[in-house]
C-alpha cells in the first residue's frame, strides 16, 4: 500500500524558512494537500492542491510537489507557526484517504 | 460560517458501541462528502470514513464491518455508529467536510473532535 514519509521533526530559528517533506512513491503524479495542527486544537488546511492557499492563510506558506517530494515551505517562520503538519493525499484506487505520519515543527 | 461539532464520545468497555454525531451548520451535509478522520493519543491522523453525497460509504480497513457511517439529513448531522470497540479504537474522532474532485480530495471544515475511549 502507498506510504508517505514524513520526518519526525524539524527546527528553524524565528524568521528563517522552514521546509517540511512528504516522501512518497512517485508522489508528483498525486495532489497533496497539508494540515496545521497545533496544539490541542482541530487540523487547520494551510495547502491544498500542492500550492494553493485557502482564505486567511498568509503567503508565507507555499508548497510543491514534484519526483517523490513534496514540499512545504514556511517563511519568516513566527512563534506561532509551532505545530505538527500533516501531508494527505487520496488514492483513487481504493477511494481511501492516506495522512503522513506528521512533522513536529519547533521554532527555536 | 461553517461549524461541525462533535458528541457522543466517552469512556466505553472493549467489545462495547458507541454513536457519535456531528451537527452542521453553515453547510448541507447531504450537499457535501463527509468523513470521519480519528487521531490516537500522541498519534498522527487517521481517516476513518466517508460518505458521500449520494450515499456510498467507505472505510478504512481497521473498522470496516464494525463502523457503519450516515447521515440524518432533517437534523443535518452525520453519524459514526461504532460497535465491537477494541482498544485500538481509543482517540479523538473529528468529522470533516470534504473537498472532493476527479483528482484528489481534502479536508476544508474541522470540528473540535470528540475522544473516544476504549478501556476495561
Same mark, same amino acid.
Given at each position: ?13 524565528? @524568521?528563517? =524558512? $522552514?521546509?517540511? /517533506?512528504? %516522501?512518497?512513491?512517485?508522489? #508528483? ?6 494540515? !496545521? ?29 514534484? @519526483?517523490? =517530494? $513534496?514540499?512545504? /515551505?514556511? %517563511?519568516?517562520?513566527?512563534? #506561532? ?6 501531508? !494527505? ?20 | ?120
Amino acid at each position: 500500500s502507498y506510504v508517505l514519509t514524513q520526518s519526525p521533526s524539524v527546527s528553524v530559528a524565528p @524568521g528563517k =524558512t $522552514a521546509r517540511i /517533506t512528504c %516522501g512518497g512513491n512517485n508522489i #508528483g503524479g498525486n495532489s497533496v494537500h497539508w494540515y !496545521q495542527q497545533r496544539p490541542g486544537q482541530a487540523p487547520l488546511l494551510v495547502i491544498y492542491y500542492d500550492g494553493d492557499r485557502p482564505p486567511g492563510i498568509p503567503e508565507r506558506f507555499s508548497g510543491s510537489n514534484s @519526483g517523490n =517530494t $513534496a514540499t512545504l /515551505t514556511i %517563511g519568516r517562520v513566527e512563534a #506561532g507557526d509551532e505545530a505538527d503538519y500533516y501531508c !494527505q493525499v487520496w488514492d483513487s484506487s481504493s477511494d481511501h484517504v492516506l495522512f503522513g505520519g506528521g512533522t513536529k515543527l519547533t521554532v527555536l | 460560517e461553517v461549524q461541525l461539532v462533535e458528541s457522543g464520545g466517552g469512556l466505553i468497555q472493549p467489545g462495547g458501541s458507541l454513536r457519535l454525531s456531528c451537527a452542521a451548520s453553515g453547510i448541507t451535509v447531504s450537499s457535501n462528502y463527509m468523513s470521519w478522520v480519528r487521531q490516537a493519543p500522541g498519534k498522527g491522523l487517521e481517516w476513518v470514513s466517508v460518505i458521500y453525497s449520494g450515499g456510498s460509504t467507505y472505510y478504512t480497513d481497521s473498522v470496516k464491518g464494525r463502523f457503519a457511517v450516515s447521515r440524518d439529513n432533517s437534523k443535518n448531522t452525520l453519524s459514526l455508529q461504532m460497535d465491537s470497540l477494541r482498544a485500538e479504537d481509543t482517540a479523538v474522532y473529528y468529522c470533516a467536510r470534504v473537498r472532493a474532485y476527479t483528482s484528489s480530495w481534502y479536508f476544508d471544515y474541522w470540528g473540535q473532535g470528540t475522544l473516544v475511549t476504549v478501556s476495561s
